[in-house]
């Protein structure tokens, strides 16, 4: 056979071989964000679509950050990378194959003529025996695979958490701005009454200059509330990402009555707190590696197999098996300290999760007394507004029935503009420090959110009742 013939031949097996050893590395993007999306959105919420005009409740808000914040696809990416090293490490038990060519061509100079030699050999290898440590690194892959799932889910129990908290902030802030508008525009009137008061003689300069103060005051606050609006509505605007500057917001989240006992909650929080579950996992895969380490003493035995697949001269078809048995005799040492520095991460993985629980246990407990807390302030301020609304219809009777000044009904409005305020506020404040306890137990995900009740918003604005409906008809 001529040295062109060989040539062709061996590249046309070679070609081939290549061709057969690409057609395997494709890799689907979608398929692979797909594996932890299945993760994050275990409940398979719809996705949210904004309109311009939308109104946009927490509801949305939860949803489309779980939709589309880059942490949750960060994290996710990790445990993807965790999946993939436990395909790395169960590739340890079986067997792999390759192959390759090579051609000589050769001559002298001497006018000896010319030589050849075309081979493609085609080999496998596999280990019989690693000293155990193949069998440990696929658990350790295992317990890593869990730790990095619980993650993703505490990843999103902390955006969640930083949604609602910007989302009733904006409320509040928007709240605020309403209350010290209308404020404004009754010390705007008292402003003009005083005034018109001095005009006539009946009242003195230095009245007048602290009705402008007032005003002056209030404007002051009234732009710094307005620029937290836009400052809060960009931080909300970043963690949903989505362009909802305008929307309306309207909260549709109302707390159960019933908020169980502290010790129900931090049992449950050690139960189910994906972070604890997380260092859980952290340290199975840790011990794991102390015997990955130790395997390292033992001996290992493999076995080679190799294959003529072409060979020009010489016989096609010849094979032949390699038996390996290895046995470490001396290491420097190096084998004690790698046992010795897998001990000491399996002890640190140990400190952190005790570590933990006891910062879990506190969190909870934090959280717990703050909702109380928040609960009581709301009972309080309940009686608060009423009180001032009393107070108000009282001087704005006395008003009409010309035994009341009237900066007396201004200063009572104030009050009730105040006391709502502060109720609304604190309304707020208390589903807030109820999604913080939520957070601290584990439990605050999408399931929650998606069942949510809408409240009635007759029953918010009964005591909160809107102050410009209620001011006077009649100017002094």
Not at 173 to 192: F, G, I, R
Request: some cysteine; charged content about 15%; overall charge negative.
């Amino acid at each position: 056979m001529s040295e062109r013939t060989s040539w062709r031949r061996w590249c046309v097996g070679a070609g081939a071989l290549v061709f057969l050893c690409a057609t395997g590395c494709g890799v689907d993007q979608k398929q692979e964000v797909s594996i932890y999306r299945q993760v994050i959105d275990q409940n398979k919420p719809a996705d949210v679509h904004i309109e311009p005009d939308q109104v946009i409740t927490l509801t949305d808000a939860l949803k489309l950050a779980n939709q589309n914040e880059e942490k949750l696809s960060l994290q996710g990416e990790i445990y993807l990378q965790a999946l993939i090293a436990k395909d790395i490490a169960f590739g340890a038990f079986l067997p792999t194959a390759n192959t390759g060519g090579s051609f000589n061509l050769g001559g002298s100079t001497h006018g000896g003529g010319t030589s050849h030699q075309a081979t493609i050999p085609i080999g496998g290898q596999i280990n019989l025996f690693n000293g155990f440590r193949d069998w440990h690194s696929l658990q350790e892959a295992d317990a890593t695979i869990e730790q990095q799932k619980q993650l993703v889910l505490d990843v999103q129990q902390t955006v969640l958490l930083d949604v609602a908290q910007a989302y009733y902030q904006v409320l509040t802030d928007e709240q605020s701005a309403d209350v010290l508008s209308n404020s404004l525009k009754l010390q705007q009137a008292n402003l003009t009454n005083m005034q018109a008061q001095e005009a006539v003689g009946t009242a003195r300069p230095l009245d007048v200059a602290q009705a402008q103060a007032e005003v002056s005051s209030t404007l002051v606050s009234l732009n710094q509330s307005r620029a937290n609006v836009r400052n809060d509505r960009a931080m909300l605007m970043f963690l949903v990402d989505a362009p909802i500057e305008q929307n309306p917001l309207r909260d549709d989240y109302d707390p159960p009555a019933d908020i169980s006992t502290l010790a129900r909650w931090e049992s449950d929080g050690e139960a189910g707190r994906q972070d604890l579950l997380a260092a859980n996992a952290a340290m199975r895969a840790a011990r794991q590696q102390v015997e990955v380490e130790f395997g390292q003493y033992y001996p290992s035995l493999n076995a080679t197999l190799e294959y003529a697949l072409y060979s020009d001269p010489g016989p096609s078809g010849a094979w032949n098996i390699l038996l390996g048995l290895t046995q470490p005799l001396y290491d420097a040492g190096i084998f004690h300290a790698d046992v010795r520095n897998a001990w000491s991460l399996f002890r640190q993985a140990a400190l952190t999760q005790i570590q933990l629980r006891r910062q879990i246990d506190q969190q909870i407990e934090t959280a717990f007394i703050n909702l109380q807390l928040a609960r009581q302030q709301l009972l309080e301020l309940q009686v608060e507004v009423r009180a001032a609304k009393d107070a108000y219809d009282n001087a704005l009777a006395q008003y009409q029935q010309g035994s009341q000044i009237y900066l007396n009904v201004l200063t009572a409005l104030n009050t009730l503009l105040t006391s709502q305020l502060q109720l609304t506020t604190e309304q707020f404040a208390q589903k807030t420090a109820y999604f913080n306890l939520l957070r601290a137990v584990g439990k605050l995900n999408l399931a929650m959110a998606l069942s949510a009740t809408r409240p009635s918003e007759q029953a918010i604005r009964e005591l909160a009742t809107q102050p410009a409906a209620t001011q006077p008809t009649t100017s002094p």
